[in-house]
C-alpha cells in the first residue's frame, strides 16, 4: 500500500522559511515523479511543482523563485523549500504522485505576523 506522509508545516511569519517533507513508502520512490499542491482557505487545491524521476523541476508562476522541491531517494523523501513567505502562502500543503491519485494528509502552512 502506498503512502505519503507529510510533515515541517507550521506557523511562520512574513519572510521566514520553512521546508516541507514527504516521506513515501509502498513505493520504489526513484521511478516516480512527484508533486506538490497546496489549498488555501476557502479556495481551490492548485500546483504548486513537480520533480521527475530525472530530477528536472517544473513550477506553477505563482512561486517560481522562491519554492524549490528537491528528492532525496536515498531517504524515500521530496521536499519543498519555502523561501520569503507571504500571508498568501497560508494553505495546507499536499504531496501526491504526479501519475496515480495517491495523496498525502496535507500540513498546513499559516504565514502571520
Known amino acids: 500500500q502506498v503512502q505519503l506522509v507529510e510533515s515541517g508545516g507550521g506557523l511562520v511569519q512574513p519572510g521566514g522559511s520553512l521546508r516541507l517533507s514527504c516521506l513515501a513508502s509502498?513505493?520504489?520512490?526513484?521511478?516516480?515523479?512527484m508533486s506538490w499542491y497546496r489549498q488555501a482557505p476557502g479556495k481551490q487545491r492548485e500546483y504548486v511543482a513537480t520533480?521527475?524521476?530525472?530530477?528536472?523541476?517544473n513550477y506553477a508562476d505563482s512561486v517560481k523563485g522562491r519554492f524549490t522541491i528537491s528528492r532525496d531517494n536515498g531517504k524515500k523523501t521530496v521536499y519543498l523549500q519555502i523561501d520569503s513567505l507571504k500571508p498568501d502562502d497560508t494553505a495546507v500543503y499536499y504531496c501526491?504522485?504526479?501519475?496515480?491519485?495517491?495523496w498525502g494528509q496535507g500540513t498546513l502552512v499559516a504565514v502571520s505576523s
Open positions: 501526491k504522485m504526479t501519475d496515480r491519485e495517491v
Open positions: 509502498g513505493i520504489t520512490i526513484r521511478l516516480y515523479a
Open positions: 520533480i521527475d524521476s530525472s530530477g528536472n523541476t
